[in-house]
Every structure is written in C-alpha cells, then in structure tokens.
C-alpha cells in the first residue's frame, strides 16, 4: 500500500493563479480530510468528505474547493491564490473519525505551496 | 465553534527531564488523538482516548482524558532526544464529524 499520496510536493503560484493539489489514498478510507499548516498555528481543516459524493466545510474553507467523485481522491482546488494561502497543505484519510476502533487518521507528505 | 487549546506553545527540556502538554477544549469531545510531527515531516498517530477519565500508556508516554471529556495530556518520561518534535491533540465533537487540531507543542530537547 501506498497509504496517503500527495502531488505537487513544492508549488511556486501568482496571485490571481488556480491550481489543484493531488491527495490518493489507497486504503480503501472513507474519511478523508485537508489541513493547512502555518507556524503557530497548528493544522486547521479546510474541507472534509466522509464518502464518496459528500463533503463539507471545515473551519477555514474560504478560497478552497473540493470534490469527492471516488473514494480514493480527494482534490484541493485553489480558485484564484492569494498570499495568504501560503502554507502547508496535509491531506489525510481515515476508516471513520467517529468509529473508535478506526479513527486514526493517516497524513500524506505534505505540500508546500507558495503564492507570490 | 469547537476551539482546541493546548500549551505550552514550545517547551525546552534537558535530556532525562520529563515533558508534559495540556489539551482544552471549548466543547464535550467523543475523542481526542494525539499526533507526533518530527522537524519536516507529517503528523504521525499516536493514540486515541474515547472514554471519560481514560489512562493509557506507551513505553514512557502517559495520557489522560479528562472526566469531564473536555481536557487531555500528554506526559512524557525522562525525554530522550528522538522525542524533539511537535505534539498536537486533535478533538473530535460529539456528534460530528470534524476533527479540530491544537496549535501543537514543540518539544526541545538538550543531549
């Protein structure tokens, strides 16, 4: 198993500029979720799906799409980049965040995005 | 909405002294995880808690959930220096389904 793949590992954008960041897992994972990472701040969640054909909001979903069309990918569409989406974008998969027994969630490496 | 608080922010110990981070949430939690994130890399698992006044260990890990469901920490015993890194407690509401993070503790430690 692959687990949690992500794509691009680096991303260099203009403002104004779109783009998609990858996450696959492989696991067979219903839950699947984006995080962004910025120092001080921990990983705040941007979207979240819990199947295919579902997702909602976390708590800073503004400038981000989403999409859940299979249960392996969940991809992260910035519309138009700003600079303060320079970040860290984790994508992260689990079983079921409310099964107790498989609620451990599993991050992809990460991306590493910045918006000029 | 739901807030995960945790501190202290950075914590600088010297090799053998213990460590311990604290998790307060502004709501009742079904469960709380704990994720170690090393200089670079991604958050890994730890543990997940679910029940009221839950103790679990792993080797010179300790951690609590608290009585109330709303608090949690993490001890460590004698650090080591593979323990440097950055500890975060994620919260899950009870009812929901999104899992909020902590800010995170930075973990230093001096051989």
């Known amino acids: 198993n692959a687990g949690v793949t992500q794509t691009?590992?680096?991303?260099?954008?203009?403002?104004?500029?779109?783009?998609?960041?990858?996450?696959?897992?492989?696991?067979?994972?219903?839950?699947?979720?984006?995080y962004r990472q910025d120092p001080g701040m921990g990983l705040r969640l941007i979207h979240y799906s819990v199947g295919a054909g579902?997702?909602?909001?976390?708590?800073?979903?503004?400038?981000?799409?989403?999409?859940r069309s299979t249960t392996e990918d969940f991809p992260l569409?910035?519309?138009?980049?700003?600079?303060?989406?320079?970040?860290?974008?984790f994508c992260a998969s689990s079983y079921s965040p409310v099964d107790r027994a498989k609620s451990e969630q599993y991050f992809g490496p990460g991306t590493r995005?910045?918006?000029t | 909405g739901q807030q995960v608080m945790q501190i202290p922010q950075y914590q600088h110990v010297q090799?053998?002294?213990?460590?311990?981070?604290?998790?307060?949430?502004?709501?009742?939690?079904?469960?709380?995880?704990?994720?170690?994130?090393?200089?670079?890399?991604?958050?890994?698992?730890l543990i997940q808690l679910v029940k009221?006044?839950?103790?679990k260990k792993q080797k010179r890990l300790t951690f609590q959930f608290g009585e109330a469901k709303k608090n949690s920490s993490l001890h460590i015993t004698a650090t080591q220096t593979t323990d440097v890194g950055t500890y975060f407690c994620?919260?899950?509401?009870?009812?929901?389904?999104?899992?909020?993070?902590?800010?995170?503790?930075?973990?230093?430690v001096k051989a």
């Open chain 1, 8 to 34: 691009p590992k680096f991303q260099v954008l203009k403002t104004g500029q779109s783009m998609t960041l990858q996450c696959a897992q492989d696991m067979n994972h219903e839950y699947m979720s984006w």
């Open chain 1, 54 to 67: 579902i997702t909602d909001q976390g708590e800073v979903p503004n400038g981000y799409n989403v999409s």
């Open chain 1, 77 to 89: 569409r910035l519309l138009s980049a700003a600079p303060s989406q320079t970040s860290v974008y």
């Open chain 1, 113 to 115: 995005l910045t918006v």
């Open chain 2, 15 to 45: 090799e053998g002294e213990d460590f311990t981070t604290y998790c307060n949430s502004s709501t009742t939690l079904s469960n709380i995880q704990w994720y170690k994130q090393r200089p670079g890399g991604h958050p890994v698992f």
């Open chain 2, 52 to 55: 009221s006044g839950e103790v």
């Open chain 2, 90 to 108: 994620a919260g899950l509401r009870s009812g929901g389904f999104k899992t909020i993070f902590g800010a995170g503790t930075r973990l230093f």
